[in-house]
Structure formats: structure tokens, C-alpha cells
């Protein structure tokens, strides 16, 4: 089992940047790649941007540009670092691992409000 607690969601003005991390725990051995994904009120979850073991990347066309996701692996931490925040922004976001045998762990979500 793998567990994810995720930090530092907040609110924050539309063009502020915030930085949100996500420490793994357990048997983070089978963790290959490592996920952001984010659900607004009334919507369905969706991927914001995902990075595999390797350090390959990619993003939601939505937040190209202005959202990196990085990777430290020694502190088995994933990042995602958001500039130029939009109100649409706003959502709860969740860190995702993807584990051997399509095994797949959730954070418990941290929100991100940006008032316009």
C-alpha cells in the first residue's frame, strides 16, 4: 500500500502562483508514475499533469505554460508548482500514484480557491 498526503492548497489571487506537494509513504517501491489531478464543484475529476519515473512529463492543454510538475524521488515527493492562476483554477486537487499491477493510490485532496 502506498499512502499520499498531499499540502499546500490556500487561496490565492487570480495571476499568484501556489505550490502544492505530495509525500508518498508505504511501499514506494511500486510507485512508477505520479499524478496531479483536480475536480471543481460539478465536474468530474480530471489530469492536470503527470510525470513518470524516468522525469517525462505532460500536461493538460489547459495548464501548459503555466503549471510544472517536478519530481524528487530520494524524498519521495512529487510536486506541482502554479503561476498565472485563473479563477477556473479553482478545484480540489488530488496526488495520484500508479503502482505495479494497474494498482493506483489517491491524497486525500487539498483545495485551491484563486478569486478573480
Known amino acids: 500500500q502506498v499512502q499520499l498526503v498531499e499540502s499546500g492548497g490556500g487561496l490565492v489571487q487570480a495571476g499568484g502562483s501556489l505550490r502544492l506537494s505530495c509525500t508518498a509513504s508505504?511501499?514506494?517501491?511500486?510507485?512508477?508514475?505520479m499524478a496531479w489531478y483536480r475536480q471543481a464543484p460539478g465536474k468530474q475529476r480530471e489530469l492536470v499533469a503527470v510525470i513518470t519515473s524516468g522525469g517525462s512529463t505532460d500536461y493538460a492543454d489547459s495548464v501548459k505554460g503555466r503549471f510544472t510538475i517536478s519530481r524528487d524521488n530520494a524524498k519521495n515527493t512529487v510536486s506541482l508548482q502554479m503561476s498565472s492562476l485563473l479563477a477556473e483554477d479553482t478545484a480540489v486537487y488530488y496526488c495520484?500514484?500508479?503502482?505495479?499491477?494497474?494498482?493506483?493510490?489517491w491524497g486525500q485532496g487539498t483545495q485551491v480557491t484563486v478569486s478573480s
Open positions: 495520484s500514484a500508479f503502482g505495479n499491477f494497474n494498482a493506483r493510490y
Open positions: 508505504g511501499s514506494i517501491f511500486s510507485i512508477n508514475s
